[in-house]
């Protein structure tokens, strides 16, 4: 569409990738060599020239905390003075956010050539496909968009790249990559269908990352995670920076959060090699234990980088950990009432968020609007959110068939409510199927010294985030 307005030629390059198999946004996510094939992306990329050749790389896998931990190594570096391009997924209100340079995500105008280069390689790929009779030859959504990234990042001659893996390790496309360190933040149970039902299985998937020769940063993981984890960079040579004994934390949180924003303090010891390293009272801007947990996983990456060569001080990994932010990780996106966001979507992330509300949010009475998805363990968050919100608004996330029925979530409310011998009829346990709907009631319930927050899901969070922020900036100008 050479001839087509602007706004036409961006609707038709989100029409084409959007047009694509899209595991995100099918009711069950499939995995295995069958539907995700590396040499699929190998080729892809081989046509397109290979971008990701000679870009430095961070490949960061993790069932949670990847995406805040890529956020605070891209701040870091962008601290330390690099131009850094950072991968991740899935996106909460438009695509462009999956590619962003410092912090910025990809313009419409940048996006649309970007597709333009790449339809025609799809073309031959989708041919090729059909002459075969295999449609597994034909590229995915997810592929186009690591793609994308990462010629993205070529054109604009970034100094690094944070690539974020979107599902498991093994088989995820950017792990295609030869990165200069390889991260793996947690493991814990979640996408058990697909990865395995037990830590060890899932750190075998997530540790098909790790490339020979590389050195690997872990984060605190249980002993039969960390046991496949360490045997599998034995395997590959490769050198571990280990949080059990190489580097530790420790995080003190703000407090009443709910009046103004505050940041919290983070202290940071490690040992490697023959270097010692203390870093004491540094601000981190994002809340939660879990957070410092992850910030200190990056700066960790951040000093394997520095013994690599990069150019990076002490008082880069100070601002980046004070500057980094990332939308939806207990996302204060209004006050009086305080209204929090966040994409917690497994029980270790919703236990997270919990601990952060309890120990930064001064609010007696809170207000959730929750969704989840059918991949997720659902009664194993309600469990975890039920005694602690005195209201619950179960709803159901429009834009993605995984969402499970808003009824059931209901009834786990109410049965979890009824087990803790607490309140759970229609004043304090409601289904809502429709979110915006959910978002109008919730703002009806809660007061102006209360606490709502919205979580179990990225999609429930995508959906809600605009309204939410809408109504946030309406009630500051009143």
């Known amino acids: 569409m050479p001839h087509a307005a602007p706004s036409d030629r961006h609707a038709a390059a989100l029409d084409f990738l959007l047009g694509r198999i899209n595991y995100e946004r099918v009711a069950v996510l499939p995995y295995g060599d069958r539907h995700l094939k590396l040499d699929r992306m190998r080729t892809l990329l081989n046509r397109l020239g290979n971008p990701d050749a000679g870009l430095p790389i961070v490949h960061v896998a993790g069932t949670k905390g990847k995406g805040s931990t890529s956020a605070i190594v891209a701040s870091i570096l962008q601290a330390a003075g690099y131009d850094v391009g950072v991968y991740s997924s899935p996106h909460l209100e438009r695509l462009e956010e999956r590619f962003t340079i410092n912090g910025l995500p990809c313009s419409a105008d940048e996006l649309v050539p970007l597709v333009d280069r790449l339809?025609?390689?799809?073309?031959?790929?989708?041919?090729?496909?059909?002459?075969?009779?295999?449609?597994?030859?034909?590229?995915?959504?997810?592929?186009?968009?690591?793609?994308?990234?990462?010629?993205?990042?070529?054109?604009?001659?970034?100094?690094?790249?944070?690539?974020?893996?979107?599902?498991?390790?093994?088989?995820?496309?950017?792990?295609?990559?030869?990165?200069?360190?390889?991260?793996?933040?947690?493991?814990?149970?979640?996408?058990?269908?697909?990865?395995?039902?037990?830590?060890?299985?899932?750190?075998?998937?997530?540790?098909?990352?790790?490339?020979?020769?590389?050195?690997?940063?872990?984060?605190?993981?249980?002993?039969?995670?960390?046991?496949?984890?360490?045997?599998?960079?034995?395997?590959?040579?490769?050198?571990?920076?280990?949080?059990?004994?190489?580097?530790?934390?420790?995080?003190?949180?703000?407090?009443?959060?709910?009046?103004?924003?505050?940041?919290?303090?983070?202290?940071?010891?490690?040992?490697?090699?023959?270097?010692?390293?203390?870093?004491?009272?540094?601000?981190?801007?994002?809340?939660?234990?879990?957070?410092?947990?992850?910030?200190?996983?990056?700066?960790?990456?951040?000093?394997?980088?520095?013994?690599?060569?990069?150019?990076?001080?002490?008082?880069?990994?100070?601002?980046?950990?004070?500057?980094?932010?990332?939308?939806?990780?207990?996302?204060?996106?209004?006050?009086?009432?305080?209204?929090?966001?966040?994409v917690a979507h497994n029980v270790a992330s919703v236990a997270a968020l919990v601990e952060s509300l309890r120990e930064s949010f001064a609010a007696r009475e809170r207000v959730l609007v929750f969704a989840a998805s059918k991949d997720k363990d659902a009664p194993g968050m309600v469990r975890i959110l039920a005694p602690y919100f005195q209201r619950i608004i179960a709803t159901e996330y429009q834009e993605n068939p995984r969402a499970i029925p808003v009824e059931q979530i209901a009834q786990w409310c109410r049965e979890e409510k009824k087990r803790l011998g607490l309140p759970a009829d229609d004043q304090h346990v409601i289904a809502c199927r429709l979110p915006q709907e959910a978002w109008r009631l919730a703002l009806q319930w809660t007061k102006r010294d209360q606490l709502l927050c919205i979580t179990g899901s990225f999609f429930i969070a995508a959906e809600l985030r605009g309204p939410a922020t809408a109504a946030a900036e309406a009630a500051a100008t009143a």
């Open 119 to 342: 339809r025609p390689i799809v073309q031959q790929m989708d041919d090729a496909a059909t002459a075969a009779n295999d449609p597994t030859l034909s590229p995915t959504f997810f592929e186009l968009t690591t793609a994308l990234a990462l010629m993205y990042f070529a054109d604009r001659r970034v100094d690094a790249v944070v690539l974020e893996v979107g599902l498991g390790g093994r088989l995820d496309s950017t792990n295609v990559c030869q990165p200069a360190v390889t991260v793996i933040t947690s493991i814990s149970l979640d996408h058990t269908k697909q990865l395995g039902d037990t830590t060890a299985k899932i750190a075998a998937e997530k540790g098909g990352i790790i490339k020979h020769g590389v050195p690997v940063v872990l984060g605190q993981l249980d002993d039969a995670a960390h046991g496949v984890i360490v045997e599998i960079a034995r395997h590959h040579g490769a050198r571990v920076i280990d949080a059990r004994r190489d580097f530790s934390h420790a995080y003190r949180a703000p407090h009443e959060v709910d009046a103004q924003a505050e940041a919290g303090e983070v202290d940071f010891n490690a040992t490697l090699g023959d270097e010692r390293l203390e870093i004491a009272g540094a601000k981190l801007r994002m809340l939660g234990e879990h957070q410092a947990a992850n910030a200190a996983v990056a700066i960790a990456t951040a000093l394997e980088l520095r013994r690599q060569g990069w150019r990076i001080s002490i008082d880069a990994m100070r601002a980046g950990l004070a500057e980094a932010a990332l939308p939806g990780r207990i996302e204060v996106i209004g006050r009086r009432p305080t209204v929090v966001l966040d």
